[in-house]
């Protein structure tokens, strides 16, 4: 029995001196095979500092009932490694990008629209199209939009042959449309001016549900580039309910970009447009200096955040709240008598026009003449101002109403009452 035990004990004791030195070769391995290798990875590693927001202040009726606030969202971000600028990396992202958006898409997600080339569908003619109307702003726009794409219009006059140059620059299939080149292409774009913010990726889908976030997290490894961030979408649960009075948001323009860059905005950040959504912006913001976070992480050479600093995390102020001193309840009441006095009043109006129609359409003809003369007359022949009168007397600008024009006072066609 003596024998037997102690048999066991040097068994056992065999296998924990195994045991050990195993641990202790793996040990090895790991400090002197490997630590050049992780030395080295380490090396490759850079700290960077990165701003952190907050929500967006709510805006209340007087009753504390929420018009317009922030709600968490997904958003799909790209970053590009700045290291990887050769001919063969740009087809490389592009057929990532392909793949991203298709997983998108796929879901019911929707690609940014930002490219500035467009193409009109039945001509097939190329434009660009800079959301502006005055002249001496489209200039400055596309003069900027030039040199930051590095298409100047000694080399690439027509807006076309920019297009045929950006496609082959970011190796764009051929067999793809226009359509389909033009998300890639609003992606590059973005990309292009945002290229000077190092470790500051570009949103490419915004508000994405979460079976898109899963497949493309599964799909990590193919999709070098692509990541997930938690952002915020403002939402409108009243829909048209006070739409003119709250406003709406939008991208900052070329008069204001310099103030909210100073203030701390980021050029890609929204603001106020209309309505207390811009009256009130300096209360509602998030993205001023004095409410803006911020966050050290680690970030690896390709471009990717790593891991984020322990202790290095400055929290972030949300935007303040405004309550305003309309009454919601009341608003929709008033809203919906009116739209059904609208829609009463037009009927009539068009029936109306409808027994006596050549009579009415002699009155506007004579009407719209004499408001061309007048511009012509104001402006000494102005091509521009004459232009626009014209396009505005087209039949839906109200005429004031006089003893000869009281048949026609009614007939502008009416828009949309509220619009967002």
């Known amino acids: 029995m003596e024998f037997k035990s102690n048999t066991r004990v ?23 095979a490997q630590g050049s290798t992780m030395d080295a990875s380490a090396a490759s590693r850079t700290k960077a500092t990165l701003s952190v927001k907050g929500a967006r202040g709510i805006i209340m009726d007087k009753n504390g009932i929420p018009l317009a606030y ?95 140059f950006l496609r082959k620059k970011y190796q764009i299939p051929e067999e793809l449309s ?10 590059w774009q973005e990309v292009q001016l945002n290229a000077g913010s190092m470790y500051k990726p570009v949103v490419i889908a915004q508000n994405v549900n979460i079976s898109t976030v899963a497949q493309l997290e599964t799909y990590a490894n193919e999709l070098e580039g692509i990541q997930i961030s938690e952002g915020t979408v403002r939402m409108y649960p009243r829909q048209e309910n006070a739409a003119h009075i709250i406003g709406y948001m939008g991208k900052i323009d070329d008069t204001k970009i310099k103030e909210k860059t100073a203030a701390g905005y980021q050029p890609n950040d929204s603001i106020g447009i209309s309505g207390i959504e811009q009256t009130m912006e300096n209360e509602l913001t998030c993205n001023t200096k004095d409410r803006l976070g911020q966050k050290q992480v680690e970030i690896s050479r390709s471009g990717k955040i790593m891991r984020e600093l322990p202790g290095t995390n400055t929290p972030a102020k949300s935007g303040n709240s405004v309550m305003l001193t309309i009454d919601l ?59 626009r009168m014209m396009d505005s007397s087209s039949g839906t600008t109200p005429i004031r109403s006089s003893p000869s024009t009281s048949k026609v006072s009614s007939i502008a066609s009416m828009s949309p009452f509220f619009t967002r």
């Open 10 to 32: 040097l068994i056992f004791s065999g296998i924990v001196l195994l045991l050990f030195a195993v641990l202790i070769i793996q040990l090895a391995d790991l400090t002197l």
């Open 70 to 164: 922030d709600e968490k969202s997904y958003n799909v971000e790209f970053l590009k490694d700045p290291t990887r600028t050769a001919y063969e990396d740009r087809a490389f992202y592009t057929d990532v990008l392909m793949k991203a958006i298709d997983v998108i898409e796929k879901n019911g997600g929707k690609i940014i629209d930002a490219f500035n080339i467009k193409r009109d569908k039945k001509s097939g003619a190329y434009y660009f199209d800079f959301k502006t109307t005055q002249s001496d702003v489209f200039q400055k726009r596309e003069k900027r939009w030039r040199a930051d794409m590095y298409a100047p219009v000694e080399i690439y006059p027509t807006v076309e042959s920019i297009y045929n």
């Open 178 to 187: 226009f359509d389909e080149a033009y998300k890639l292409l609003s992606i």
């Open 329 to 387: 309840k009341l608003q929709q009441a008033l809203e919906g008598v009116l739209a059904t006095n609208i829609a009463i009043i037009r009927e009539e109006e068009e029936k109306q026009y409808k027994l006596e129609k050549s009579e009415y359409d002699e009155l506007m003809k004579e009407l719209n003449k004499k408001e061309i003369e007048f511009a012509q007359s104001v402006t000494a022949g102005s091509p521009r101002f004459v232009e």
